[in-house]
């Protein structure tokens, strides 16, 4: 069973939807949460950070971590053509050993929002 | 835009060669991490370098080597390439300064032939 599952998709919809992106994990160690965007053929872009249970928001992207559920979410309201890409959940364990700063990624979930 | 700029964008190798990309952290970032994305998978972890240290390895074998710079910038070697080695390698530099949020260069598209 890999750390992190997330569901690969694709996932399609209408422009101005509201999009619902999620990740699982097994290593309750995990405390940074992290979901990056990535283009085709570009390098991964860093959309959210969290590090506690609870929601962040960042104009239409909302972070959602349920630690006691193991589950995090990423939420795109009012969605557009532009976020047609692909979204990485990322996570690591806290700072220290040969573990800090290692990021463990999710397969990652292909969105495309049509005009 | 990161500031964590790869060489190069593309490579073709041979079966059996050896290549060496290259890394230029972001100011102010002293620790740098790779990974390898195979095709429709999530980045792997491949090693962190820490102030010219290894600081954490994945799961990959010794023919995978690195090295950090004084000025943080770094290399990822690989030796006896093999077909499966294909793949997008990743940078990510980070502070280090008890946060580990990463930030990405564009990566470096490697095809072994």
């Known amino acids: 069973q890999k750390e992190v599952e997330q569901d690969p998709g694709p996932l399609s919809v209408p422009e101005g939807a509201i999009v619902s992106l999620n990740c699982t994990y097994s290593n309750s160690a995990f405390q940074y949460f992290m979901w990056y965007r990535q283009y085709s053929r570009k390098g991964p872009e860093l959309l959210m950070y969290t590090y506690s249970s609870g929601n962040k928001e960042d104009g239409r992207f909302t972070a959602q971590v349920d630690k006691s559920s193991k589950y995090i979410s990423l939420f795109i309201r ?4 532009s976020d047609s890409a692909t979204y990485l959940c990322a996570m690591s364990t806290n700072a220290g050993g040969t573990s800090y700063g290692k990021l463990t990624f999710g ?9 | 835009e990161t500031g964590v700029t790869q060489s190069p964008t593309h490579l073709i190798k041979t079966r059996g060669q050896q290549v060496t990309l290259r890394c230029s952290s972001q100011s102010g970032h002293n620790t740098v991490s790779w990974y390898q994305q195979a095709l429709g998978q999530g980045p792997q972890f491949i090693f962190q370098y820490y102030r010219e240290e290894e600081n954490g390895r994945g799961n990959f074998p010794p023919r995978f080597s690195g090295l950090q710079f004084p000025n943080y910038s770094s290399e990822l070697n690989v030796n006896a390439l093999e077909l499966d080695d294909s793949a997008l390698y990743l940078c990510a530099s980070s502070s280090g300064q008890g946060r580990t949020e990463a930030f990405f260069g564009q990566g470096t598209r490697l095809t072994v032939v």
């Open chain 1, 107 to 115: 397969q990652g979930t292909i969105l495309t929002v049509h005009p």
């Open chain 1, 78 to 81: 009012d969605s557009q053509p």
